[in-house]
T-cell receptor, first 112, second 114 residues
Framework: NAGVTQTPKFQVLKTGQSMTLQCAQD?????MSWYRQDPGMGLRLIHY???????DQGEVPNGYNVSRSTTEDFPLRLLSAAPSQTSVYFC???????????FGPGTRLTVT | AQSVTQPDIHITVSEGASLELRCNYS??????LFWYVQSPGQGLQLLLK??????LVQGIKGFEAEFKRSQSSFNLRKPSVHWSDAAEYFC????????????FGKGTKLTVNP
C-alpha cells in the first residue's frame, strides 16, 4: 500500500493564480481531510469528507474548494492564491472521522 | 465538543535522559486518544493510540502513554531519548464511536542535546 500520497511536494504561485493540490489514498478509507500547518498554529482543518460525494467545511475553509467524486481522491483547489495561503498542506484519511488518521507527506506552498 | 491541551510548547532533554510530554483533554466520556510524531519536513506518523482497556499503551519507537481518567491526561513517555527522537509531537482526542472529528493539540517541539 502506498498509503496517502500528495502531489506536488513543493509549489510556488503568484498572487491570483489558481491550482489544485492532489491527494489520493489506497486504504479504502471513507473519511478524508485537508489541514494546513503554520508555525505556532498547529494543524487547522480546511475541509473534510465523510464519503464520496459528501464534503463539508472545517475551521479555515475560505479561499479553498474541494470535491470528492471517488473514495480514493480528494483534491484541494485554491481559487485565487493569496500570500496568506503560504503554508504546508497535509491530506489525511481514516476509516471514520473519529479514528486514527493517516497523513500524506505534505505540500509546501509559497504564494508571492 | 472535545478539546486538547499540550502545555509545553518546547522541551529540551539530553540524549539518554527520560522524557515525558504532557497532554490534557476535555471530554465528558472516555475519549479516543492518539499521539503523533512529525519529523522535520515530514508528515505526521501515528505513535500510539488508546481506545479502551489497558490504560498503559505501548507504541512504536519505544514510546508509551498512560491514560489517567482522574487527571484527564494522556502523557507520552520514553525511558531513554535518542537524538533521532527530535521532532514535534502532537496529541489528538476523538470521541467514542468516532462521532466527532479528531481535535489536535498545538504540538510540543522536542530538542535533544548530545
Amino acid at each position: 500500500n502506498a498509503g496517502v500520497t500528495q502531489t506536488p511536494k513543493f509549489q510556488v504561485l503568484k498572487t491570483g493564480q489558481s491550482m489544485t493540490l492532489q491527494c489520493a489514498q489506497d486504504m479504502n478509507h471513507e473519511y478524508m481531510s485537508w489541514y494546513r500547518q503554520d508555525p505556532g498554529m498547529g494543524l487547522r482543518l480546511i475541509h473534510y469528507s465523510v464519503g464520496a460525494g459528501i464534503t463539508d467545511q472545517g475551521e479555515v475553509p475560505n479561499g479553498y474548494n474541494v470535491s470528492r467524486s471517488t473514495t480514493e481522491d480528494f483534491p484541494l483547489r485554491l481559487l485565487s492564491a493569496a500570500p496568506s495561503q503560504t503554508s504546508v498542506y497535509f491530506c489525511a484519511s481514516s476509516r471514520a472521522q473519529g479514528y486514527e488518521q493517516y497523513f500524506g507527506p505534505g505540500t509546501r506552498l509559497t504564494v508571492t | 465538543a472535545q478539546s486538547v491541551t499540550q502545555p509545553d510548547i518546547h522541551i529540551t532533554v539530553s540524549e539518554g535522559a527520560s522524557l515525558e510530554l504532557r497532554c490534557n483533554y476535555s471530554y465528558g466520556a472516555t475519549p479516543y486518544l492518539f499521539w503523533y510524531v512529525q519529523s522535520p519536513g515530514q508528515g505526521l506518523q501515528l505513535l500510539l493510540k488508546y481506545f479502551s482497556g489497558d490504560t498503559l499503551v505501548q507504541g512504536i519507537k519505544g514510546f508509551e502513554a498512560e491514560f489517567k481518567r482522574s487527571q484527564s491526561s494522556f502523557n507520552l513517555r520514553k525511558p531513554s531519548v535518542h537524538w533521532s527522537d527530535a521532532a514535534e509531537y502532537f496529541c489528538a482526542v476523538g470521541t467514542q464511536g468516532g462521532s466527532e472529528k479528531l481535535v489536535f493539540g498545538k504540538g510540543t517541539k522536542l530538542t535533544v542535546n548530545p
